[in-house]
């Protein structure tokens, strides 16, 4: 590319003569100096002036963090309601196979199983202390050679 500059200063016409090469890397330093000029400014003006509480800079901080704060809340709430109904079904899906467990109990004329009188064995450990490593490997060595026939109470 040829770029001829005239001018009534100058005394004579210029002229500079830009490779491609050469266009193509100065609209890349370009591009690159303007980004890295708004990253400062950015830096500069709006985390530093968040974190120093300046008046203009401050409500504006909260305003984008209130707005994602409720972005993550409704997207937890969404996978809340999600895992909810998959509950829900699955629960509904126990119900109906205690059901066909008790209806072929009878048919086979054995014992219904009470597995009903098992609900809530998990929850909350509230004497809580901490395990020594010796403890810990004791209580995973012993579940683990359980035999399937025991129950824990």
């Known amino acids: 590319m040829h770029l001829i500059i005239t001018d009534p200063w100058f005394a004579k016409n210029r002229a500079l003569h830009i490779s491609g090469l050469r266009l193509f890397a100065f609209a890349t330093a370009t591009v690159l100096l303007v980004i890295f000029a708004s990253l400062a400014?950015?830096?500069?003006?709006?985390?530093?002036?968040?974190?120093?509480?300046?008046?203009?800079v401050t409500p504006l901080a909260g305003m984008v963090s209130s707005v994602e704060r409720q972005s993550q809340e409704r997207y937890l709430r969404e996978n809340l309601d999600a895992m909810a109904t998959k509950l829900g079904e699955m629960q509904a899906r126990i119900v109906q196979l205690d059901a066909l467990a008790e209806r072929l109990a009878a048919t086979a004329g054995l014992p219904a199983?009470?597995?009903?009188?098992?609900?809530?064995?998990?929850?909350?450990?509230?004497?809580?202390?901490?395990?020594?490593?010796?403890?810990?490997?004791?209580?995973?060595?012993?579940?683990?050679?359980?035999?399937?026939?025991?129950?824990?109470?």
């Not at 400014?41 to 203009?56: D, S």
């Not at 901490?130 to 050679?145: A, G, K, P």
Request: no cysteine; charged share 20%.
């Open 41 to 56: 400014v950015y830096h500069l003006v709006i985390v530093h002036g968040a974190r120093q509480g300046w008046p203009i």
């Open 113 to 153: 199983l009470d597995a009903k009188s098992k609900a809530g064995s998990g929850g909350v450990l509230l004497n809580q202390r901490n395990l020594s490593m010796d403890e810990l490997r004791s209580s995973i060595d012993f579940f683990i050679n359980m035999p399937r026939s025991v129950q824990i109470d």
